[in-house]
């Protein structure tokens, strides 16, 4: 059975710009979790979704946003990019609630 | 506010050492916790998911034990190796949460085995 993939694996922005990352779950998975994770804050939730609505979010600014298609595949769009958004951003699927959860090898972000 | 630490931050053992390492968290509304390890650069590879009702979870090497009216889990390798080296990560899923799964991580303990 596949993992968690997600794409791109790095991606470089300069400040202004905007960036869509992607997220494929494991196959029957419906929930799917974004994670940011950088050295000094470590791992901070970004949003969570199930069956394509957003069940949860995290405390980032609305420059941050994701959505969830019928396939349960997740994407998440970061505007206006900061030198701070630098990050490994990080994907994890369940089945379902309180199951374990599994995560994605993670987009690393560089904003210049 | 749940809040996760992991101590320590880093520990250095020598191979064949058998090694616990520690967290703990402030809130015992849990639904459950469960341990993670980190390879540099890497994604998070899931080791072990204690359910709240349970006291404690076993693979392989790898023991963790949850008792979680005092906020605290531990993971217990067993003859540690060289290829376990890596940063842990412990997270729990808080209740009251209306189904939400959010983990909240504690910032991980870096080991370093040596040969």
């Known amino acids: 059975k596949a993992g968690v993939t997600q794409t791109p694996r790095y991606l470089i922005k300069t400040r202004g710009q905007q960036v869509t990352l992607s997220c494929s779950p494991i196959?029957?998975?419906?929930?799917v979790s974004w994670y940011q994770q950088t050295p000094g804050q470590g791992l901070q939730f970004l949003f969570e979704y199930f069956s394509e609505t957003q069940r949860n979010k995290g405390n980032f600014p609305g420059r941050f946003s994701g959505r969830q298609f019928s396939n349960s595949r997740s994407e998440m769009n970061v505007s206006t990019l900061e030198l701070g958004d630098s990050a490994l951003y990080l994907c994890?699927?369940?089945?379902?609630?309180?199951?374990?959860?599994?995560f994605g090898p993670g987009t690393r972000l560089t904003v210049l | 506010k749940q809040e996760v630490t992991q101590i320590p931050a880093a520990l250095s053992v020598p191979e064949g050492e058998n090694l616990v390492l520690n967290c703990s968290f402030t809130d015992s509304a849990i639904y459950n916790l469960q341990w993670f390890r980190q390879d540099p650069g890497k994604g998070l590879t899931s080791l072990l998911l204690i359910q709240s009702s349970q006291r404690e979870q076993t693979s392989g090497r790898l023991n963790a034990s949850l008792d979680k009216s005092s906020g605290r889990s531990t993971l217990y390798i067993a003859a540690s190796q060289p290829g376990d080296s890596a940063t842990y990560l412990c997270?729990?899923?808080?209740?009251?949460?209306?189904?939400?799964?959010?983990?909240?991580f504690g910032k991980g303990t870096k080991l370093t085995v040596n040969p």
């Open positions: 997270a729990v899923s808080p209740l009251n949460q209306g189904g939400s799964e959010k983990l909240v």
């Open positions: 994890a699927s369940s089945p379902g609630p309180y199951n374990e959860q599994f």
């Open positions: 196959s029957g998975h419906r929930s």
